[in-house]
């Protein structure tokens, strides 16, 4: 009896690692395998063409005494603090209007279809969009009798175009916000509002605690997808003007497949991967100081 | 003490028109960017550069359509498109199911930790993976092929996986296991037992998917140099590139349209399974 039920075991266990062998494969072929491959890549030199040489720590050396490279990190940097927190504002704005009023699923749709339109498509919208002379974006600053900023074609105004830009996909956000709103019980608030809480009062004891989940979770996946945004500045600006809306993705781009230089592409995309990490380590490790999980569940998926 | 009361309702119903009219400009503010795209796309040349800008096409330039998709062989692209695009339609469904319910249905040693692994690369930054996925599919001889799109469709997904796995654990054992005792073999029992119930989240997925690959900037761009293996997106961003185009903003509205048309009327049919997609991803904290 008891071999047989080994053997249930053993059958059953067969059965799912098969089913989940092509992710598995999946996983190591696409995902950790090329990580680490690109770390590999990273200490060589290797234009496709030839095969790799071993060049040491060399390509990071040129990488961290490169104007080019400090510049392209500072300018996604600016791009990342600046629009992901505007995203969260604004997005959680959105979703505590919509779970305020009536008739909030046609205002869903509104804020939501932005998120389905292709990027490229709305890279080419924009770029009208934010054209200083015939685009609507100044037209409606000029209603105000303001002269709008040159926007795309400033050095200055280039970042904030792509900013602004970057604000019109807040759906995805106010989605969940509004899911996460709707799902706060009731009684919170009751309770509260006996206790002669006032809104902002109640605002700042239920509703801010209770979303900080969602509010964690956008700003961990906000940060690493801003940090690689490649597509806008690309199709729009293509790093200009005077390489102010020049990204890090763009430079590991034009290294790879311009110049070919795969060794020191690899070694910048590194040196984000690690950026990226640490900073998705930081905001993990002060999250238990100000995430709040409802029944102390922590990790759950 | 009635005026009182009535001074409150005035005050309630004062404020609710303020949420609602705030709501409405936002609103307005979001969808007309493509209002925008839409009637500009129909407005002649002399019509679309005027300031401020004119929302009524007057006359109506239909034939910025014909003129735009056939400059670059749009027909074409889109043929492409929908050939990727479907397959990599099939390809995640049928990865993400097995492994969805390899991972739901099923014990062995390490189950959890493997998942929670796989989840956990949805927080690695993609663009690191870049250069080295390129180098395989250069010494695979699938450059200027559909193959470096299409395949790794059938690896999975973690974020497609997470959310079939969240579905499939809702499906109650009992239903598999007396099929099990009818000696159902295990593909039998998924095949006819639990994909008829998870057929919304099938839908999900197959539209999650159709929205990235239909999207996919990136890929195409870097695994795709032959002009007549061009996807839509990229047919778009060399219609763009084309010189004189960034003033014949009529014509790029209408090539834009008619990339955002298709991803737009999937959404009007599935708008439920969208939201429904965006908040089970929502729900980890």
Known sequence: MAGEERLLRRREALYGLLFIAPALLGLLIFNLGPIVAALFFSFTKYSIITSPSWAGVANYQKAFSESLVSLSFENTAYYAVISVPLGIGLAFAVGMLLNRIKGAPIYRTAYYVPCVVPSVAAAVIWLVMLNPSVGLVNYFISLFGIKGPGWLIDPDWAKPGLILMSLWSIGTGMVLYLAGLQSVPEHLYEAAEIDGARPLRRFWAITVPMMTPTLFFHLVMGLIASFQAFNAPFIMTQGGPVRSTYFVSLLIYDNAFRYFKMGYASAISWILFVLVLVLTMVVLKTSSSWVYYEGGARGRF | ?285
């Open chain 2, 1 to 285: 003490m009635a005026a009182n009361i009535r001074w409150i309702l005035v005050r309630r119903n004062a404020s609710k028109a303020v949420w609602h009219l705030l709501a409405i400009s936002g609103a307005i503010a979001m969808v007309l960017p493509l209002l925008w795209m839409i009637s500009a796309s129909l407005q002649t040349m002399a019509q679309v550069v005027r300031f401020p800008p004119a929302w009524i096409p007057d006359p109506i330039a239909w034939e910025n359509y014909p003129t735009a998709l056939t400059f670059l062989p749009f027909g074409l692209y889109f043929r492409n498109t929908l050939y990727v695009t479907g397959m990599v339609i099939l390809g995640d469904l049928l990865s993400n199911v097995l492994a969805a319910y390899g991972f739901a249905r099923y014990r062995f040693p390490g189950r959890d930790l493997l998942f929670v692994a796989l989840l956990s690369t949805m927080m690695l930054p993609g663009i690191v993976r870049l250069i080295p996925t390129y180098l395989l599919f250069h010494r695979l001889h699938w450059i200027n092929t559909f193959a470096p799109l299409i395949v790794p469709s059938f690896f999975g997904s973690p974020f497609l996986l997470f959310l079939l796995r969240q579905f499939f654990l809702g499906i109650p054992d009992d239903l598999t296991d007396a099929a099990h005792i009818d000696g159902g073999s295990e593909l039998a029992i998924l095949w006819r037992i639990v994909l008829p119930l998870a057929k919304p989240a099938l839908a999900t997925v197959a539209i999650f998917s159709f929205q990235a690959s239909w999207n996919d900037f990136m890929g195409p761009m870097i695994f795709l140099t032959d002009e007549r293996l061009r996807t839509v997106a990229l047919g778009l961003h060399s219609f763009k590139g084309l010189p004189y185009m960034n003033s014949l903003y009529n014509q790029l509205m209408a090539a834009s349209t008619v990339m955002v048309l298709p991803v737009l009327l999937v959404f009007a049919l599935f708008q439920r399974h969208f939201v429904q997609g965006v908040t089970l991803t929502g729900i980890r904290g």
